[in-house]
């Protein structure tokens, strides 16, 4: 038999055993400290033996709960940065999408999922508010945003022929670094990437926006996009999608919304994200707020030509034989990727699985966490709410009797013994230039009693130092 052949009954055996380990990470999640007890010396040790020249066949599994003492997301506590907390019914899609290792580049080669996945970008748009829009899945908001990026530039400014792009961007102080990176790599030079600021809510300022673009256009500079942010990596907040519309239809630009963080949010409270339906482009992870296992992030469009504008280079050797829409269709001609997994899936299962209302729920639960950790860092005399709370993260210090100078060095070593205690686990942010503790739901585990235990052990962590 070839080596690599696996019989039936050996392929069962192990898939049961992963099983059993993936029902025992998911059965002791939310009771196993956040912290591992592990340094970077142990975890490195951990893998050092290096790869065998000889298999060791079914032994090679007995190091697999290594990681689970190694793992730290996905628990109801773990609140830091925009993690989603990983649905399971989508993680058995995605085990059985690497079985089937369809390759989803055209409909000819992968002809069931390249639908699938089509519908499923199709049903998202709608349940956000963008029906008719289509696009595809990406690695993630970082690869989604250049994504839109780069069809703004080769609407505006195409380098597709005379190879020196140019034109401006412009986003907020409050955009995420994917969105500096994509204006990087796009070749348009940093400096053309102009930052906004915002306004006490931390949204983008319409006027400031108006006269930057004013700005740029007397020095004979070409204003290129508009990068919304509906849902800032900080504090949640959505900018002023109407207004921001209104000006880039005024001035021809582009609009892109990175809406990475905030935009599944749209389901839930759809008043907030009026306006979403007039961007060009847009971002949405369903690794984070749609709680799907990493990696799963969405590009959506309003034009798909403006997509082959870009992304279609096809060669003689992929054009495709057919000249049936759905059969002559290429998720290359739209995207940047060739090759690309069957993320779809696990979408498609986990929401046919829960139906949308269960997200909704989910999603609305998340928005009451944040709400219910807010009143009750305001109901601590001291601690210290630093920015509203629009979305789901909530930004607040340690303030007690610790000098004002001294805040943000006590704050930094509270959230160090924080999360070493290993209960909750939460990241930072600079908020007007001061050091925030910072706690974002995206977690369909957290609950009440969760939210509870955070205020607790910050507290705690406060008297420790
Ligand atoms: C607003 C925003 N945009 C983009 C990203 C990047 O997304 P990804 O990590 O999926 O590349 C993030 C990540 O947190 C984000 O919050």
């Known amino acids: ?111 069931a999922a390249v639908s699938l996945e089509r519908a499923v970008v199709r049903g998202l748009a709608t349940a956000v508010g963008c029906p008719g829009f289509s696009g595809s899945l990406t690695g993630g908001g970082s690869a989604a945003n250049l994504m839109g990026l780069a069809m703004a530039r080769e609407a505006h400014a195409p380098a597709n022929e005379n190879g020196s792009p140019s034109g401006v961007v412009y ?23 102009r930052l906004i ?13 108006e006269q930057a673009i004013a700005k740029d256009v007397a020095a004979g500079r070409r204003p290129l996009a508009v990068v919304a942010t509906a849902g800032t990596v900080n504090t949640g907040a959505v900018d002023p999608l109407p207004a921001l519309a209104e000006l880039a239809t005024r001035h021809g630009l582009w609009l892109h919304v990175d809406g990475a963080f905030g935009v599944p949010a749209a389901m839930a409270l759809p008043e907030l ?20 296992p990493v990696d799963c992030g969405v590009l959506l469009f309003r034009d798909a030509i403006a997509a082959r504008r870009a992304f279609s280079f096809s060669g003689d050797y992929v054009r495709v034989m ?15 990727e060739l090759s690309r997994r069957f993320r779809a899936l696990k979408l498609w299962l986990s929401m046919r699985y829960h139906g949308l209302a269960a997200f909704r729920e989910a999603i609305h639960r998340d928005l009451q966490n944040a709400r219910r950790l807010a009143e009750a860092v305001e109901a601590e005399a001291s601690l210290e709410l630093l920015a509203p709370v629009s979305l789901s993260a909530v930004c607040f210090r340690y303030a007690g009797a610790v000098p004002e100078a001294e805040r943000d060095a006590f704050n930094a070593g509270l959230l160090t013994r924080l999360n070493a205690r290993g209960r909750v686990y939460l990241s930072n942010a600079t908020i007007s230039g001061r050091f925030a503790l910072r706690a974002c739901f995206v977690n369909h585990r957290t609950t009440p009693e969760d939210v509870r235990q955070v205020v607790e ?3 705690a962590a406060a008297k420790d130092l």
């Open 197 to 209: 600021p915002t306004d006490s809510q931390w949204r983008m300022r319409p006027d400031a926006l």
């Open 322 to 336: 057919s000249s049936d829409s759905v059969e002559g269709f290429a998720f290359f001609d739209e995207s940047i």
């Open 457 to 459: 052990e910050v507290l």
């Open 273 to 292: 994200f009026t306006g979403l339906e007039r961007a060009d482009s847009l971002s949405m992870d369903a690794h984070k707020w749609l709680y799907q």
């Open 171 to 193: 986003a907020s102080t409050e955009a995420h670094m994917s969105i500096a990176k994509a204006v990087a790599l796009l070749g348009l030079g940093r400096r053309n990437l």
């Open 1 to 111: 038999m070839n080596a690599l052949e696996l019989s039936p009954e050996e392929f069962r055996r192990l898939a049961d055993r992963i099983t059993a380990l993936a029902e025992q990470w998911l059965v002791t999640l939310d009771s196993r400290r956040i912290a591992p007890a592990l340094t970077g010396a142990d975890t490195e040790a951990s893998f050092a033996e290096g790869l065998p020249e000889v298999g060791l066949k079914e032994a090679a599994l007995d190091s697999l709960p290594l990681l689970l003492e190694g793992a730290r997301a996905g628990n109801a506590r773990f609140l830091g940065y925009v993690l989603g907390s990983g649905e399971p019914v989508g993680a058995l899609g995605d085990f059985l999408a690497s079985v089937l290792n369809q390759n989803i580049t055209a409909w000819r080669s992968s002809p």
